[in-house]
């Protein structure tokens, strides 16, 4: 089966404060991504990954870095937390047979709130 | 811009009847288009992809069909059951980068 998983499923900080999330998939994809998920407003994309080192700016990348060190781990990291940033965050992977048109896989999901 | 439209109420249905939600897109031709289900506090889970040379697909009690024409899929659930209850989610694609929807909810009433 396939997993991804997330460093935290909850997680609450300050303004200001720098914020690591992190994200594992142990399927060997190329491909990972990072969204965010706000109410009426669906999946956003933040940053996406398509190898190892490389990244790629999704549609909002301001306020948001990601680091991709080694293949199976993808890091999306707020410099400096506000809080319009308070949301659910979701990490997904996908392989990239077929061009990349697969499905993705997706994490459980960190619920970020920044006080 | 790039928009995809999904009927942000909730749809009610009864048990046993014939689910139907609907994704329009504007500004865009995707190679692809999925559809995922979202249970409340989890991430989606992928159920069904369509190709845009593809009408229609199957897969048990789920029908997806594609229109690039009217730029719409329909997604269907048959013989409906309370278990079937979450947001349903449309994506497109057309390179690595994905574009979702906001999602319905379904909810079957037993």
């Known amino acids: 089966d396939v997993k991804v998983t997330q460093s935290s499923r909850y997680l609450v900080k300050r303004t200001g404060e720098k914020v690591f999330l992190e994200c594992v998939q142990d399927?060997?994809?190329?491909?990972m991504f990072w969204y965010r998920q706000d109410p009426g407003l669906g999946l956003r994309l933040i940053y996406f990954s398509y190898d190892v080192k490389m990244k790629e700016k999704g549609d909002i990348p301001e306020g948001y870095s990601v680091s991709r060190e080694k293949k199976e781990r993808f890091s999306l990291i707020l410099e400096s937390a506000s809080t319009n940033q308070t949301s659910m965050y979701l990490c997904?992977?996908?392989?990239?047979?077929?061009?990349?048109?697969?499905?993705?896989?997706f994490g459980p999901g960190t619920r970020l709130t920044v006080l | 811009s790039q928009k995809i439209e999904q009927n942000s109420e909730a749809l009610n249905i009864q048990e046993g009847k014939t689910a139907t939600l609907t994704c329009n897109y504007t500004?865009?031709?995707?190679?692809?288009l999925q559809w995922y289900r979202q249970d409340p506090g989890r991430g989606p889970v992928f159920l069904l992809l369509?190709?845009?040379?593809?009408k229609e697909k199957r897969k048990e009690r789920l029908k997806v069909t594609f229109d690039t024409t009217l730029k719409q899929s329909l997604f269907h659930i048959t013989a409906s059951q309370p278990a079937d209850s979450a947001t349903y989610l449309c994506a497109l694609s057309g390179t690595y980068k994905y574009i979702f929807g906001t999602g319905t909810r379904l909810k079957v009433l037993a």
């Open positions: 500004n865009y031709s995707p190679a692809y």
């Open positions: 369509i190709r845009e040379n593809e």
């Open positions: 399927m060997d994809h190329e491909n």
């Open positions: 997904a992977s996908s392989s990239r047979l077929a061009g990349g048109f697969v499905e993705q896989f």
